[in-house]
């Protein structure tokens, strides 16, 4: 919480009662805690012990032009709660309120290019629609909270951190019978205890394209109904992606990199994890059940994705019995070291409900693939694991050296893989690509790979 000077306070707040009684508050500036139902323009900061302003009218701008709103830590900056449309917040600072913008009925509003700070709460909505808020900067513990009715919010192009506390962007409870559909997009969200969490059957949530760092969790649920993380960069997250409950999940497309665990599942949730890359986390993904009560279950797609040098594992799968799911098409390379863990390691069956197929299992600490009890859907490929066996409970085809798609020979679709690594770090001490053994993917790798061509002119078959 920060104050300004007692002295420059009172100067201020004696300066606006002034100057607002002489004139339109157009003119004039703002007077704390009155009802505006015309356009404002901030002509100087404003610090107000209760709360700022209160919209009483559809269609206005307040516009701070630069300057501070400032409040005595109760009360709302902005209070915006009636049945009215389309008003717009913008260009300028609001801190030290309770709430800095409570919304509450009407919707279509605007906030842009505010910062919001030192404030319990940054943002409030309740039985509000459709609200832009874009290009702001948030620092409170508690960022944007969206509330059971709050329909259709836009959240993009945001900074937004809590000081390593609290929550960023919290959705709470049911939305009407089409879902509360929130978009949470192209922020920057970090050193928060959860960037977004959704609670109490929060329903269509998309997350898309946003840079998350630094928390304790990413995206975290407690009951949700529809979430889709697509196409966001999570790292150095204690979880990236924290499932409990999550109905109809969707975990697309993103880079997962050093987290402790990149996806986390538990407790009646069911995820497709499909097209994302995870690399240098201590787990990749983690699927569990650790509720005594067994009736409660976990089912997962987790498909088409990448899994690089996790310190633990790939994916680990706990209590497998009680689970199902398929875990299909991935490529593990590099796992488990160094803590000595494998690529696919499924613990606590038989799981005949799990099934595993067609993935490609090369260069990890132990085992590629240690699933005993699982179904073997067949297609599963290993090299260079550590373990002589390669793989447990499924049968591993051992390919080729410098078959690095799998396919059972050596050809041009292999090189092609090799150079689209080239100049970048191998994934562990028995990377298939890293033929020379020099712990980088190089042109050296690439003409050894050649040689080691199944056809001439490595002719593809
Ligand atoms: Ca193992
Ligand atoms: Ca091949
Ligand atoms: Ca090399």
Redesign the pocket.
Known sequence: MRHLPTLSRSVLASAFLVAGAAAAESQAGPVCGSVVTADVEFTGDLHCDGDGLIVGASGITIDLKGFTLSGGDTGAGFDVEGPYQDVTIRNGSVQGFRVGISFGGGGGHLVENLEIRDSSRGISMDNTSDVEIRGNRISSPGGIELEDDAIRTRIVDNEISCGGIGSAIEAIGEGPPGGNQHLISRNRIHDCGYAVVIWNDAIDIEIVENEIFDNRRGVGTFQAIGVDVRDNHFRDNGTGVALDQAARATIQGNHFTSNGTGVDMVYESDAEVFGNRFEHNAVGVSAGDFDPDASKEVSFFIGDNLFASNSWAGVAVDSAAELGGTIARNEFRGNGFPRGGDGILVEGGPAPDVRVSANRVFGNFDYGIEAPGVEDGGGNVAKDNGNPAQCLGVVCQVVPPG?????????R??LGLLMERRNTPASGPRDPADLDRDGRITANDGRQLVLLCTRSRCATG
């Not at 078959?403 to 050809?411: E, F, M, S």
């Open positions: 078959d690095l798609d799998g396919d059972g020979d050596v050809d679709a292999d």
